[in-house]
């Protein structure tokens, strides 16, 4: 993931997920006859908007094709249904907190943290320590009012196929995954003259949409499980990905910014610093732990099958359509936005000292999760009777 992530910044652009998804509700809303165009939040932008010229876009839909490959290639996709009320509630809410989150940061966990640290913004780690946050308040809500009370009923059985019906199973989902992937062909060549780049943003979307899918790599859980399970292997992942990612990032900012900073285009990385990240982060902690999936969680579970994910997607694009007005504010308010970024190399004397801190900071986080993760199995071991 942490790689095809690098891959796809050198050649197209950072990994992002929300930019395009308030404009696919609003392009919703045009359909329904509701010319959402007018409106401040969209202001026009509906109207320039070309599916095969937006990088997050085609990953988003890369992603979602990609866990469903993964799932087809193993014969194991189905249709997962809501098996309870709380399940839509907590899909409604966490997905609208979700947006909101990402509208504040502005981005999500992908491009406010998982492409903004590689890349040495600051923004990025105080995304980081916030979700954390977020996560640990989510996970106090889940349980207390969302997950659903303990039965004790006897589960109807599940259907048990014959060895002929799971190979017609296997060859049948194999086929359809080999026959999506051929699809993928298609699109790169169509597109090709219209936009040379599509196709390759399509297929590292798919790579990474099968990398998380296959490794069952999830983010909400490396924010969620070390204060709900005590289990830190996810958030141990997470920082793995995050240092591979920063040496990726290291190398190509050398390659495009050279040593000497001091002639640092104005676009330099850095997200804009404000009280505005804390809150956004914070509220987006709590959305996605309450869904049970993150931004690129929810587009993985639908290529699953997650009939859940589907509701949450909806409220997430709702929830950063709705929460448009209040990031206007924030960005007039000095005192919660300040408009400016800080990027670590121009603080710490150049990219190589800043790669070098970087990483020993992640080694830090990671044997600190260890640790915790350790002494949380004991304490549970010393339980036992």
């Keep these: 993931m942490a790689i095809l992530a690098v891959m ?97 940061n502005p981005g999500c966990n992908i491009g406010a943290m998982f492409s903004s640290i590689p890349a040495m913004s600051l923004s990025g780690w105080i995304f980081l320590v916030f979700v954390f946050l977020g996560a640990a308040v989510g996970g106090k809500i889940l349980t207390r009012w969302f997950l659903p009370p303990v039965s004790h009923e006897r589960r109807a059985g599940r259907k048990i196929l014959s060895a ?101 285009p104005e676009t330099a990385p850095g997200g804009p610093i404000g009280l505005h990240l804390v809150f956004g982060a914070f509220i987006f902690g709590i959305g996605a732990v309450l869904a049970g999936c993150c931004a690129s969680g929810t587009f993985i579970r639908i290529g699953e099958g997650y009939v859940q994910s589907l509701i949450t997607l909806v409220f997430f694009i709702a929830g950063g359509i709705a929460s448009a007005p209040l990031m206007t504010v924030i960005t007039k308010t000095p005192a919660l936005y300040s408009g400016k970024g800080l990027y670590l190399p121009k603080l710490l004397g150049g990219i190589g000292p800043a790669m070098l801190v970087q990483l020993l900071v992640l080694l830090l986080l990671w044997i600190v999760l260890d640790r915790w993760e350790r002494h949380k199995i004991a304490s549970f071991g010393s339980l036992k009777p």
């Design 164 to 264: 002929a019906e799971r190979q017609r199973n296997q060859r049948i989902q194999i086929t359809v995954a080999l026959v999506l992937l051929a699809a993928g062909i298609v699109f790169a060549l169509l597109t090709k003259k219209e936009a040379p780049a599509a196709g390759f943003m399509l297929f590292i979307g798919l790579g990474i949409g099968y990398a998380i899918q296959h490794s069952r790599f999830c983010f909400t859980a490396a924010y969620r499980d070390p204060v709900l399970t005590g289990s830190a292997k996810v958030s141990k992942a997470l920082v793995v990905a995050l240092a591979v990612s920063t040496i990726g990032f290291g190398g190509l900012h050398l390659a495009r910014y050279g040593v000497d900073l001091s002639k640092l």
């Design 8 to 104: 796809l910044a050198t050649f197209a652009g950072a990994w992002g997920i929300f930019g395009p998804l308030p404009i696919w509700g609003g392009k919703f809303l045009t359909l329904i006859g509701i010319n959402a165009d007018k409106w401040p939040v969209f202001n026009g932008s509906l109207a320039k908007y070309h599916f095969v010229n937006n990088q997050a876009s085609i990953t988003n839909v890369a992603l979602t094709f990609g866990a469903l490959i993964s799932c087809l290639l193993s014969a194991q996709w189905k249709i997962r249904g809501i098996k309870s009320s709380r399940q839509v509630w907590a899909a409604v809410l966490g997905g609208f907190l979700m947006g909101i989150g990402a509208r504040i």
